[in-house]
């Protein structure tokens, strides 16, 4: 327990009761309006959704209503609100609930499909009082300021920590300050220029306090994605494609693949090369294709060359026990190809 904490909760809790937005969602504590309101504000404004949720519910009042209605007038009501999956995993969602009731606790609600653990907090803290946080941008943005912490917000393991610190000092009725830090967060703590001349825990906040508002929250910079520019040689032998263990690759370090060349300003000449070193036919094109790794994305210009008994083919088998997706997608080129 952080007795700082809990006078801030306390003091928000008191700041939302005379501060909260009037929302048709707030005037109701039945879990399935509420999960609806959940997953439509996800990569939605607050203000937006107000009247699709509104129409919404008037179309969809229950979980058995939603659950019943074909997925094509669900999407039509849905229409304007983009991120269409969202529309499905609800009404999913909703076939649950018509079939087996709705789930009461956090661990059941985060069995729901399409929904994570933001949703499950903000459910089980509104409707059933569980002491569980409801962690988002906003909160991460609002607890990491009042709590002056320099923790990385882009960070998963960041939303753990915040999410433990606010149980540990749960109030009475957790679902008023998940919503409590929310409102704060939408017009008070904004992420630049922070009202702080209006913040009901300003003497509390240890970020305003230290004059570090303008450095916190901290938030990594998504990394560049860097493309690489490849060429592939296929090798085939008597009909057979020819793969060989990668060797301090930095990249699909030890699977099977083919060689995989930084492409030379000349197209093809890195293949070239490496077939005549290797005695094979000279390299013909057959297509490019493109894989992703998490940073590194490869476009890969993908050429063929046929081995003879005089190739040197030390390393290179004919079967491949695991061959990773990378290597796969040049498979589809060579596949497609008429040129193979
Ligand atoms: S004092 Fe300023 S930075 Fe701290 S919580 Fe309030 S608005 Fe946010």
């Given at each position: ?69 074909s997925?094509d ?17 609800l ?9 087996s ?28 009082g569980e ?21 990385d ?12 610190r ?9 679902g ?19 009202k ?39 090798i085939e032998k ?8 990668r060797q ?8 099977y ?9 000349e ?6 090369d ?30 063929l060359?046929k ?18 997706t990378a ?13 193979k």
């Open positions: 327990m952080n007795e700082n904490l809990t006078q801030i909760f306390n003091l928000l809790t008191q700041w939302y009761e005379n501060n909260k937005r009037d929302l048709p969602f707030r005037r109701t504590k039945d879990p399935y309006k509420i999960l609806v309101s959940e997953i439509m504000s996800h990569q939605t404004q607050i203000t937006t959704l107000v009247p699709y949720y509104e129409r919404f519910i008037q179309r969809y009042p229950s979980a058995e209503a939603l659950a019943e209605s997925l007038e669900v999407l039509s009501y849905w229409e304007g609100l983009g991120y269409y999956n969202r529309a499905k995993n009404q999913n969602c909703a076939k649950t609930v018509a079939a009731g709705f789930p009461r606790s956090y661990e059941e609600i985060l069995k729901l499909p399409g929904v994570g653990p933001y949703t499950a907090g903000a459910i089980s803290s509104i409707c059933f002491k569980k946080a409801s962690v988002d941008g906003n909160t991460l943005r609002v607890l990491t300021r009042v709590l002056a912490l320099d923790l917000i882009a960070k998963e393991k960041t939303k753990k920590v915040i999410a433990s606010i149980e540990e000092n749960m109030t009475e009725d957790p008023t300050l998940n919503q409590a830090i929310l409102d704060l967060a939408s017009a008070v703590c904004l992420p630049k220029n922070p702080c001349s209006l913040c009901p825990v300003r003497d509390q906040c240890l970020s305003f306090n230290k004059g570090l508002t303008e450095v916190i929250p901290v938030k990594s910079k998504k990394q560049k994605k860097v493309i690489e520019n490849n060429e592939a040689l296929i008597d009909g057979r494609l020819l793969f060989k263990k301090d690759e930095s990249l699909l370090n030890k699977t693949g083919f060689p995989v060349l930084k492409r030379d300003l197209d093809g000449k890195a293949v070239k490496l077939a005549k070193d290797l005695n094979l036919s000279l390299p013909v094109y057959l297509g490019s294709c493109k894989h992703q790794f998490s940073h590194i994305q490869w476009v890969t210009d993908v050429y060359s081995a003879n008994d005089n190739s040197k083919l030390d390393g290179f088998v004919s079967e491949a026990s695991v061959v990773p290597f796969k997608r040049m498979i589809e080129v060579y596949k497609k190809s008429p040129h």
